[in-house]
């Protein structure tokens, strides 16, 4: 692929596998090249805002489709689920609240432009869309490797979870360090008052009880008391 040429080794691997998953979704219909829209979600995911969605998430993000595929049923369409995974956060600002919204409207315009149905576009855009809530339907297989494989961070080792978590904190430098915390705690609660974080057997068996334990860890460390920097008494 010509267009691979100039890009750094992990990039023109992420093209590749662009192209792959797009050439696949097509089912051998017709379209035009897929390495321009494939570059062009590339400079998405490396805007400066970004610090944790940015394009180390998602190649991990692919990897952990790739890992949950063996044990994916036969009814899973996996070029369509990498094809959501490069769209759920391409466009994403910090400051804004409609980015999954935002992102499955890109997939809604450039997918037909790259060559595939009505339908795989329709489906790529839903999936996109359940990323806000990461809560798929029981039966909905596809939207469970998904959510799964974007969770998966929450199940890491402990310097990688806590690289996240630094990552995540610098992306919302903008946020007042009382309010940042506030709303990150309250969000960790949601996270851990969930039923369940993961939906496919293997990510529930493999990840679960990390992720609580991670996200149970970071948020005693949110919520623990400081030590007051000066005197108690302000006349002092």
């Known amino acids: 692929m010509a267009a691979d040429a100039a890009?750094?080794?992990d990039e023109a691997d992420l093209l590749h596998q662009w192209a792959s998953a797009l050439l696949t979704a097509r089912a051998g219909g017709e379209g035009p090249d897929p390495a321009p829209y494939g570059l062009d979600l590339l400079g998405r995911w490396a805007e400066p805002q970004r610090r944790y969605h940015t394009t180390a998430h998602l190649r991990a993000v692919l990897r952990r489709i790739d890992e949950l595929a063996?044990?994916?049923?036969?009814?899973?369409?996996?070029?369509?689920?990498?094809?959501?995974?490069?769209?759920h956060?391409?466009?994403?600002?910090?400051?804004?609240?409609?980015n999954e919204e935002r992102s499955a409207a890109l997939a809604e315009r450039a997918l037909p432009e790259a060559g595939l149905p009505d339908a795989v576009t329709a489906e790529v855009a839903r999936l996109v869309r359940l990323t806000?809530?990461?809560?798929?339907?029981?039966?909905?297989?596809d939207g469970a490797l998904l959510c799964d494989a974007d969770l998966a961070i929450l199940a890491s080792d402990a310097d990688t979870y806590g690289g996240y978590v630094?990552?995540?904190?610098e992306e919302y430098?903008?946020?007042?360090?009382?309010?940042?915390r506030a709303s990150r705690a309250d969000v960790l609660r949601q996270l851990l008052a969930l039923p369940r974080l993961f939906h496919?057997?293997?990510g529930a068996k493999q990840w679960e009880t990390r992720a609580r334990h991670n996200l149970e860890r970071e948020l005693a460390e949110l919520t623990e008391?400081?030590?007051?920097?000066?005197?108690?008494?302000?006349?002092?």
Not at 166 to 169: G, L
Not at 173 to 180: E, H, I, K, M, S
Request: hydrophobic share 35%; aromatic share 8%; net charge negative.
């Open 200 to 202: 496919t057997p293997y």
């Open 132 to 141: 806000v809530t990461h809560h798929p339907a029981p039966d909905d297989t």
């Open 70 to 87: 063996p044990h994916a049923p036969e009814s899973a369409n996996l070029a369509v689920v990498r094809l959501a995974a490069w769209f």
């Open 89 to 98: 956060d391409a466009v994403y600002r910090p400051d804004r609240s409609e």
């Open 166 to 169: 630094r990552a995540v904190r």
């Open 7 to 9: 890009l750094p080794p």
């Open 173 to 180: 430098g903008f946020v007042p360090d009382d309010l940042f």
């Open 225 to 236: 008391p400081t030590e007051p920097t000066g005197p108690a008494d302000p006349t002092a």
